[in-house]
């Protein structure tokens, strides 16, 4: 885990607070790879690896984001569902060695899920 990437609290011994994080977590990562997976099926410049500079792959992925935006307004999304897939299954968990500091960084996400500021409606029914 580093700064910029977070990851499960393993599943032993869960809070109410750690279950919600983690469930949090993966709804947005599903979310991302579901997006991502859309993204895929349609610039299949996507589905290997582009040998670029790393800003130039950045400005790739931009320009497939704007293009499939832009084409959403003239076109309805037309893809097989079996190009994307969005399940569970294809989340796969990284366990790295975590420093305390992005330790406590998770802990103040979670903490946040369960606050009345970070708090969604629907949360509790499904944790």
């Known amino acids: 885990m580093c700064k910029n990437l977070l990851k499960l609290y393993p599943s032993r011994d869960l809070n109410t607070t750690k279950r919600v994080f983690n469930y949090r977590l993966t709804r947005a990562r599903l979310l991302v790879e579901c997006a991502f997976g859309i993204l895929v099926a349609k610039w299949h410049i996507l589905t290997k690896a582009i040998n670029l500079k790393v800003e130039t792959i950045d400005d790739v992925v931009k320009a ?3 293009l499939h935006n832009y084409l959403l307004l003239e076109e309805p999304l037309r ?4 190009e994307v897939d969005c399940t569970l299954t294809r ?3 990284l366990w790295y060695h975590s420093t305390l500091a992005v330790d406590r960084m998770r802990d103040s996400f979670a903490d946040y899920f369960v606050s009345e500021e970070g708090k969604v409606s629907w949360q509790d029914n499904v944790v």
């Open 64 to 66: 497939c984001v704007v």
């Open 79 to 82: 893809l097989d569902p079996q």
């Open 91 to 93: 989340l796969q968990h």
